[in-house]
């Protein structure tokens, strides 16, 4: 029930009549929001000479509790005030409890909603927390929303939630950029990843292949065969190291070196600290806050290394300019000639940097896994990477000769989809 100004409905029981006059004329004024029935049975109310209201400290703790549990479930008639079908939402957590408890996977609370309503309806309305969000249920109503319609919705939901001065490494990604500016970025970039230069990129992967091939053979010798790897663990150090040579001409360390600087700063990238977490919740519950709160995911030691490593890539570039054919290479083209400024390439370096370090390991550190379960798949892809080898097709990575690859590679991504769930708007 809503009341300003002390209009309240006569009929309703348990509710007590006051002179509204009488309290604005007091140095305090009253704008009464929410009027809960039987509340104010229990607040005793002492005037004073100067008509000052007292209200006792139970009093005062009681309706705090009210209104904050009336302000945490304020929207959640939100979706069957629109006539859109889904689940009830839970008090605080929403309909992702996972995400507040952390005692299982938020994507396991989403299969849950997603087996419940798919033959029902197309999409179903449910929470996250205490944001409202749609979730779609059909194939053909997701290719909409992120091919044809996806100029309307390239956003990421969480951009909202970082400002430029909290986080200005990561506000920089294009991960969180909107509108006009992601357009610009996007546009910047893609000349990143043509064909031409994928293949450059290509034989620089090609030399952390070598590596690694050497790291598994060290590792035969030094503790015998069969050789038990962490397929997670193996993953990240190949990539760190792909990462390295593809974005700086360095050597990343992760594939031979126990202390590698560069797998450091990854692991605590992905490690986000307690108070980024706890800034993560506040505003999940009070959106109001924004601005006042301000969550920073890049620590600062992660930022500080990355800003060093360009400045000395960079530095040895101009020392001996034929070094080059890697992503800083077209990072100084930008800056060179359309005037990119610092901040927006250690933006789009950190875009590579996270992408490569987090999703390509997951998805090949799944691949590794499905094959290790299937021992005659294994076999039937060594025997056609042997026999494309043999043919010297195995460098062109855009080879279609490499069909059963990409069949492994599909069918791991079904399985086991690096991100549980995409939220745009």
């Given at each position: 029930m809503i009341a300003e100004g002390g209009h309240l409905n006569a009929n309703e029981p348990n509710q007590v009549e006051y002179d509204t006059d009488q309290l604005k004329d007091s140095r305090h004024s009253t704008k009464v929001r929410r009027i809960v029935p039987d509340l104010w049975a229990h607040v005793s109310l002492s005037c004073g000479h100067r008509g000052r209201c007292v209200l006792c400290w139970e009093s005062r703790i009681m309706s705090g509790i009210v209104c904050l549990y009336f302000y945490l479930i304020r929207n959640h008639n939100y979706w069957a005030k629109r006539g859109i079908p889904g689940p009830k939402a839970a008090f605080v957590v929403g309909n992702l409890p996972g995400i507040f408890t952390q005692k299982r996977n938020a994507v396991y609370d989403m299969e849950e909603i997603y087996n419940k309503w798919k033959t029902d309806a197309n999409f179903v309305g449910f929470f996250n927390m205490m944001q409202p969000q749609i979730l779609i249920l059909k194939p053909e109503l997701v290719k909409t929303v992120t091919v044809k319609n996806f100029q309307n919705f390239h956003d990421n939901d969480f951009a909202d939630m970082f400002g430029k001065d909290s986080d200005p490494v990561f506000t920089k990604t294009i991960f969180m950029l909107k509108g006009a500016e992601w357009k610009e970025n996007r546009a910047e970039l893609a000349p990143a990843f043509t064909d031409n230069k994928m293949k450059s990129m290509f034989i620089l992967i090609e030399e952390i292949s070598e590596r690694l091939l050497n790291y598994l053979d060290k590792g035969v010798k030094d503790k015998g065969s069969p050789l038990v790897l962490e397929a997670r663990e193996l993953s990240t150090k190949f990539s760190i190291d792909v990462i390295g040579n593809c974005i700086f001409r360095v050597n990343g360390g992760a594939l031979g070196e126990e202390n590698s600087q560069m797998m450091k700063m990854g692991e605590e990238l992905m490690n986000p600290s307690g108070s980024f977490l706890l800034s993560f919740l506040l505003l999940q519950f009070f959106p109001v806050l924004k601005g006042i709160i301000k969550p920073q995911l890049v620590k600062k030691t992660v930022a500080d290394y990355l800003r060093n490593l360009i400045r000395e890539v960079n530095e040895?570039?101009?020392?001996?300019?034929?070094?080059?054919?890697?992503?800083?290479?077209?990072?100084?083209?930008?800056?060179?000639?359309?005037?990119?400024?610092?901040?927006?390439?250690?933006?789009?370096?950190?875009?590579?940097?996270?992408?490569?370090?987090?999703?390509?390991?997951?998805?090949?550190?799944?691949?590794?896994?499905?094959?290790?379960?299937?021992?005659?798949?294994?076999?039937?892809?060594?025997?056609?990477?042997?026999?494309?080898?043999?043919?010297?097709?195995?460098?062109?990575?855009?080879?279609?000769?490499?069909?059963?690859?990409?069949?492994?590679?599909?069918?791991?991504?079904?399985?086991?989809?690096?991100?549980?769930?995409?939220?745009?708007?």
């Open positions: 040895k570039r101009r020392e001996n300019p034929a070094e080059g054919g890697d992503f800083m290479s077209f990072m100084e083209h930008l800056r060179i000639n359309r005037g990119t400024d610092p901040a927006q390439i250690l933006g789009h370096v950190f875009t590579f940097f996270i992408d490569g370090y987090e999703m390509s390991s997951n998805v090949l550190a799944h691949a590794l896994y499905q094959l290790a379960k299937n021992p005659e798949i294994q076999d039937k892809l060594r025997d056609e990477l042997q026999s494309l080898e043999s043919l010297g097709c195995i460098a062109n990575p855009n080879s279609e000769q490499c069909e059963y690859l990409h069949r492994i590679l599909l069918e791991s991504l079904r399985i086991n989809a690096p991100l549980p769930f995409v939220t745009k708007r």
